[in-house]
């Protein structure tokens, strides 16, 4: 079961732009710990959101119930930094 709402439409929109050009991410987790590689896809399964990264070692899944933070890496004219702790109520 998913700890936490799901995050905010106007953020999974950035997300998805993140994916459709491929931008190089990173993300800080609430436990602290850091995970980047280049943004692939999002999924849901079971009301669990993914954002599915190719790292150096493959592509792994990150579940965004534990990501408090996205930082582009790739300069763009839509996002810096996203804040998914700010706001993750969303209307779906």
């Known amino acids: 079961m998913n700890p936490r709402p799901p995050i905010d439409c106007g953020l999974h929109d950035h997300i998805e732009v993140a994916c459709l050009y491929g931008y ?9 710990d850091r995970q980047t590689g280049t943004a692939v896809t999002t999924r849901t399964e ?10 150096e070692d493959g592509k792994i899944e990150v ?10 890496l790739t300069d763009n004219r839509y996002f810096q930094v996203l804040d998914l702790d ?3 109520r969303c209307g779906i």
């Open 24 to 32: 190089h991410l990173e993300l800080q987790m609430h436990d602290g």
């Open 46 to 55: 079971q009301g669990r959101e993914f954002l599915v990264l190719q790292g």
């Open 63 to 72: 579940d965004l119930a534990g990501v408090s933070q996205i930082r582009a």
């Open 86 to 88: 700010a706001d993750r």
